[in-house]
Nanobody, 115 residues
Framework: QVQLVESGGGLVQAGGSLRLSCAAS????????MGWYRQVPGILREWVAS????????TYTESVKGRFAISRENAKNMVYLQMNDLKPEDTGVYYC????????WGQGTQVTVSS
């Protein structure tokens, strides 16, 4: 059974940075495009970023382009999201999953950006 554990969130001032980590177990993540999603109460879960199976291609939602960078280390079953120049609208609970998502989710990690 696949398990996904997100970490690295926290409270940060606008303009600051955070690095999120996703540890996967129970599957070989190299078989999948992986990505990050975020969710705010009252708003649908939103796709944020994707990275191809071997890390060659990454894509981002328009609002984070130039600020966020997704990466992966398949040998460690890890996916990362480096977030720079954070803005209050980046606040939310961040989750990792395959892209398209499958019906398994971790608990997410809270990112709160103050202004």
């Amino acid at each position: 059974q696949v398990q996904l554990v997100e970490s690295g969130g926290g409270l940060v001032q606008a303009g600051g940075s955070l690095r999120l980590s996703c540890a996967a177990s129970g599957s070989d993540i190299s078989l999948n495009v992986m990505g990050w999603y975020r969710q705010v109460p009252g708003i649908l879960r939103e796709w944020v970023a994707s990275i191809s199976a071997f890390g060659g291609v990454s894509t981002y939602t328009e609002s984070v382009k130039g600020r966020f960078a997704i990466s992966r280390e398949n040998a460690k079953n890890m996916v990362y999201l480096q977030m720079n120049d954070l803005k209050p609208e980046d606040t939310g609970v961040y989750y990792c999953n395959s892209v398209p998502w499958k019906d398994y989710w971790g608990q997410g990690t809270q990112v709160t950006v103050s202004s």
